[in-house]
């Protein structure tokens, strides 16, 4: 069978059950190490023997819900190849905006910055890089996290520290920056999240207590007695979270300034505690 007529039948069989059909694409493609010039060209050809197998394997791990970026082991993010797999988070778009942000609003002036719930180690690893001057420690509650962030950081040569600590509890700063993209669905809200993050991606690193605001109330307890005065906070936080976000951070830092910036949707999507200076 041609590669074309076989993907079109896979892709179609994955659409019924809720899956994107392009995925399968991608996984293929990656795997086969191809360009999309090389992806092309095959598309008129006889699948060999092995390549049936490989999609026949790719095919049936989407249609249980596997992410694409499980099945290949690594997800692109600010620049950079983090390895991913079941004991993290898959990085996501709106998490790049996050980094953005702060390497717009913090010069190379060294800095020491904290990332609370690092999962791969994506938002610390790529400011570690894009800041060599900037003194980064990211720390989870996960061991099993911290140990493929560690491996990303090696990978990528990043120089920073790994700790392990329930937010502040082990740590002791002061910081100048704190950044966290923390587990924040509320489980009253688990028929928005998708079939495969659902069925592949860690649960403690989705959803939280407290209709999803429990890590942010922690962080806003804890926060005052390690940020430097002039020092701010960066939050990722779900779309629906913003005022209550907002008003748990105004409450904990009174004379600081909460802002709740919007994604490229049109989404709340940010938090940031400041002293005013942007």
């Not at 050809?45 to 092995?50: A, G, Q, R, T």
């Not at 060294?110 to 720390?139: E, F, K, N």
């Not at 090696?154 to 790994?162: G, P, S, T, Y």
């Not at 999240?193 to 307890?221: C, M, T, W």
Request: hydrophobic share 45%; aromatic share 8%.
């Amino acid at each position: 069978m041609l590669l074309g007529s076989l993907l079109a039948q896979y892709e179609e069989e994955l659409i019924a059950v809720g899956e994107e059909a392009e995925s399968l694409s991608f996984a293929y493609r990656a795997l086969k190490n191809w360009t999309f010039t090389d992806f092309v060209l095959a598309l008129q050809k006889e699948v060999e023997v092995e390549d049936q197998a490989l999609l026949l394997s790719i095919f049936e791990q989407l249609k249980h819900h596997v992410p694409a970026q499980y099945i290949i082991g690594s997800a692109d993010f600010f620049g950079h190849i983090f390895a991913v797999d079941e004991r993290v988070l898959i990085p996501r778009p709106e998490t790049v905006e996050l980094v953005a942000l702060i390497l717009e609003e913090n010069d190379e002036k060294a800095l020491r910055l904290l990332d609370i719930g690092t999962g791969s180690g994506a938002i610390a690893i790529s400011l570690a890089l894009a800041r060599p001057t900037w003194q980064v420690q990211a720390s989870d509650v996960s061991e099993e996290a911290l140990a493929l962030a560690q491996e990303n950081a090696k990978q990528l040569e990043a120089v920073l520290e790994f700790k392990s600590s329930d937010v502040l509890d082990e740590l002791e700063g002061p910081y100048d920056l704190i950044v966290s993209n923390p587990p924040y669905i509320s489980r009253d809200d688990v028929e928005e999240v998708g079939a495969n993050v659902l069925a592949s991606e860690p649960h403690l690193a989705l959803f939280a207590d407290r209709d999803g605001y429990a890590i942010y109330e922690k962080i806003a307890q804890q926060a005052p007695s390690v940020l430097t005065p002039d020092g701010k906070i960066y939050l990722e936080i779900g779309y629906k979270q913003g005022a209550k976000v907002k008003e748990l951070f105004q409450e904990a830092f009174p004379d600081k300034r909460v802002r709740v910036l919007k994604d490229q949707f049109g989404q709340d999507r940010m938090v940031v505690v400041d002293n005013g200076s942007h």
